[in-house]
């Protein structure tokens, strides 16, 4: 795991955020999610710079998030800078997902 996703697994594991369940690393068809809410059916995914070209997302990972939005599962993406700058926002967005 990445510096950003260790952070935000130590605030979301063990039912930390309104009683909600996530997995790591969670297959799901043809790909590894990087931390999954079944209950929720919410996907988080945590991206580096790798993830974007002139700011916008690549589109292998449009494609993956079409796949998983097919799939009837919510994702939102957070950058690694979002976590280490701004985890106190990304864990208020965590909240009102999982309400």
């Known amino acids: 795991m990445t510096e950003a996703e260790i952070v935000l ?3 979301i ?3 930390q ?3 909600a369940r ?3 690393q969670k297959p ?3 790909y590894i999610v990087d931390f999954y809410c079944p209950a929720k059916k919410l996907v988080i995914e945590i991206d580096g710079g790798q993830h974007y070209e002139s700011g916008e997302i690549i589109p292998e990972d449009r494609e993956r998030t079409v796949f998983l939005e097919s ?3 919510k994702v939102i993406r957070f950058t690694n800078t979002d976590i280490m700058r701004n985890l ?3 864990i208020d967005v965590i909240v009102e997902e999982t309400r």
């Open 22 to 24: 996530f997995y790591r």
């Open 88 to 90: 106190v926002s990304v």
């Open 28 to 30: 799901i068809g043809k």
């Open 9 to 11: 697994w130590s605030r």
């Open 13 to 15: 594991r063990r039912n």
């Open 17 to 19: 955020v309104n009683g």
């Open 71 to 73: 799939q009837g599962l």
